[in-house]
């Protein structure tokens, strides 16, 4: 019998890595109401065949979810609303301007807030600095001013805030309100057009300069410069997408649930062989073309 020595060893100190990112906020870009709405011409009601109402309901979301995530790898990006984090060395430059700077490129757009920035000697030493007021956010680079007395090359994280608004009311909007109640304000900004859609109405809604804007995925009321106009239900939809966004995934959506058992023998008589296999139904193909033509201008570019 072989006998094993072992030595009581203490842990390793597990060190994350600074740039990987978890995205809690994650959710369909479309919502079941917004897909049976457009002018899709699929059947919905046996996506699970003999199904009850709640296992339709429950597999269309799930198809609305790889939709969704098709869009995201497409893009090579997550589409809606996210805090990302930008890590590494950069060089201190001298700007005219602004003085010692560094410049550091941000991989996901839009770019649409700074929320944290932390700056050290060395990656032990990050300190949170506060925002400085010349702050530069450009489409994907940003300029932050650092003390002079760094060298020549600096250690920084920079969290941010990308992607656009998608979210949903969580209480009721009523004509003539001057605010709105939704399920989580990341990515919605002050002066910013939010689009709020039920299937009965739609409208275009700016937000008050007077709201702060937050990096967490909070439920909270967002003011608004016009009052209401239409009457809107909790669950509807709160977005600053582009439209062109939300037509591809619900095209891929579409595409998806043609595809379900779309596999098909073609047999000329009941008494011949098999002439042909059929992979997809019609239109499948040129559902997706149309998808992914809509969402190459959003494709993240190196």
């Known amino acids: 019998m072989a006998i094993v020595y072992t030595q009581n060893v203490a842990p390793s100190t597990v060190v994350p890595a600074p740039n990987v990112a978890t995205y809690s906020t994650r959710k369909t870009y479309v919502t079941p109401a917004e897909f049976k709405a457009a002018p899709t011409g699929v059947d919905v009601s046996q996506l699970v065949p003999n199904g009850t109402a709640q296992q339709q309901a429950a597999a269309l979301v799930m198809q609305l979810q790889r939709a969704s995530a098709y869009a995201d790898n497409f893009c090579q990006k997550v589409i809606a609303a996210t ?18 700077v560094i410049k550091v490129p941000l991989d996901n757009t839009p770019v649409v807030a700074i929320s944290d920035i932390r700056i050290g000697a060395t990656p032990g030493a990050l300190a949170l600095i506060p925002t400085p007021g010349n702050l530069w956010i450009g489409r994907k680079t940003a300029t932050i001013p650092v ?17 656009w608004a998608n979210t949903a009311l969580t209480a009721a909007g009523n004509p003539g309100t001057l605010s709105i109640t939704v399920a989580s304000t990341l990515g919605i900004m002050p002066g910013q057009q939010l689009n709020i859609q039920s299937p009965n109405n739609a409208e275009t809604v700016t937000v008050d300069p007077s709201f702060i804007p937050s990096n967490m995925n909070i439920n909270a009321l967002v003011p608004i410069t016009t009052p209401l106009v239409g009457t809107y239900a909790i669950g509807d939809t709160v977005t600053a997408f582009p439209q062109d966004i939300k037509q591809a995934v619900i095209l891929i959506a579409k595409s998806l649930i043609k595809t379900r058992g779309s596999e098909s023998i073609v047999i000329s008589s009941t008494t011949s062989q098999p002439d042909s296999i059929d992979k997809l139904e019609h239109g499948v193909t040129s559902d997706l073309d149309m998808a992914l033509d809509l969402l190459a201008p959003y494709r993240r570019a190196a």
């Open 83 to 100: 805090v990302d984090v930008q890590a590494g060395q950069y060089r201190v430059q001298r700007d005219v301007a602004l003085g010692a």
């Open 147 to 163: 003390a002079a007395s760094y060298g020549t090359h600096v250690f920084a994280q920079v969290s941010y805030v990308n992607g």
